[in-house]
């Protein structure tokens, strides 16, 4: 049976986040949704990287096998079933072993930190009306790039047998009025971007050194890290898959 992958991208409002759930509405509820009511046959979806409620990405994926050669002129009825907040960019043949979560090398995150009130950021960035120390910052985001341990960042109600994560990619920029965090990794626990991101801006704040965030940084206690960062202001940008996978 041929197997493919549904490239998606979203807004978190509104949406219980990305995996299914029982009496929720999440991104991947939806679109099987869509999928029975265009097709009048149920779809089975797996994830590739579940984001948490209110969370944004601008590209994410689940893999499906279809019982023919998927009609790619569906692509658009599909979105025109499917809420405005929800879109369907691709559905690419893949080998039929390919599987959307396990073959991801990479994924790409952004966290968007505004310290100037902006209605047209209100909903995608993290308010933060302080001024923040970017040179401490920018120590931060190194050390995490060159650190391989998270168990103090992730949330407990997981079922994740290693706590290690490879970061490529950690620092800070600027970008349309905001104060932007870039982090690449091979995976990331439940809440390690957000928990990174708040953490960080307290060492921006003076609230704690830079002794302290490695002492954090070090431990396996999660009480020690903050969690404080909204999900408003986090995307999922780019989860990355070897390309000889797509036929």
Known sequence: MPRYFLEVFYKGDGLSGFQVQDNAITVQSEIQKAFTIYFRKNVFLTGSSRTDAGVHALQNYFHFDWHEEFPQKAIYNLNAILPLGIVIESVRHVTPDAHCR????????????????????????????????????????????????????????????????????????????????????????????????????????????????????????????DFSAPAKGLFLVKVSHPTEIFL
């Open 102 to 225: 396990f073959q991801a090398i990479s994924r790409e995150y952004r966290y968007y930190i505004c310290n100037k009130k902006n209605p047209f950021l209100a909903d995608r960035s993290w308010y933060l009306p302080y001024t923040l120390n970017e040179s401490l910052l920018a120590i931060c985001a190194e050390k995490i790039r060159n650190h391989t341990q998270f168990e103090a960042f992730s949330k407990r109600n997981t079922q994740v047998k290693s706590f290690q994560c490879l970061i490529a990619e950690s620092k800070w920029t600027h970008q349309d009025d905001c104060l932007v965090y870039h982090v690449t990794g091979n995976r990331f626990l439940r809440g390690m971007v957000r928990a990174l991101v708040s953490t960080m801006v307290k060492v921006g704040r003076d609230s704690i050194d830079l002794d302290e965030f490695n002492r954090i940084l070090n431990c396996k206690d999660l009480s020690e890290a």
